[in-house]
């Protein structure tokens, strides 16, 4: 009769065995390869790195960075309205997280300047969300404008007070 050994256990057994009577093993080739030392160091190797990986990314997470190079914050658009007798003046950015972090409960804080590079009025916002990490959001503060229409010609979108977590 036909015999082979037992990708285990090594004792001998009938060749169309596909569990081991010995040791209950079953004789695949997953298992075959499984009881190779260098499958064994392959698979030692591969976690150790993940391992590696994910303390590094927790480490990353839980490092607190400076606020100011925490957001990628494109040029803001102006817009300027008139309605029910008051001015109304808005500032549009797209504001990006560039960081591993979340971050919220932040104000905005938008400068209107006029075209000589005065500043007319300050308005913030608080937006209630939450910027996860690599995303992005359309930051927008508006308000009542305190100057003519005709003064308002650039505004500055920042973010102040962020708390990260
Ligand atoms: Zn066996």
Redesign the pocket.
């Known amino acids: 009769m036909d015999t082979k050994r037992?990708v285990?256990?090594?004792?001998e057994?009938l060749k169309d065995a596909l569990k081991?009577k010995?040791?209950l093993?079953i004789q695949t080739k997953a298992a075959n390869l499984q009881n190779k030392p260098a499958f064994n160091y392959l698979l030692i190797v591969l976690l150790g790195a993940f391992i590696i990986w994910i303390a590094y990314y927790i480490v990353s997470i839980s490092m607190k960075e400076p606020l100011e190079p925490a957001f990628e914050i494109s040029s803001s658009a102006l817009n300027v309205t008139m309605g029910d007798e008051k001015l109304n003046v808005r500032c549009i950015g797209d504001i990006t997280n560039p960081t591993f972090k979340r971050w919220s409960d932040f104000s905005l804080q938008a400068i209107f300047k006029n075209a000589d590079g005065k500043v007319i009025d300050v308005l913030y916002a608080e937006p209630d969300v939450t910027i996860y990490p690599r995303f992005s959001f359309k930051g927008i503060v508006s308000g009542e404008g305190s100057a003519a229409e005709y003064e308002y010609h650039t505004c500055e979108l920042s973010v102040i007070n962020a708390d990260d977590y």
Not at 8 to 11: G, I, L, M
């Open positions: 037992c285990a256990c090594k004792e057994i081991c010995h040791c093993q």
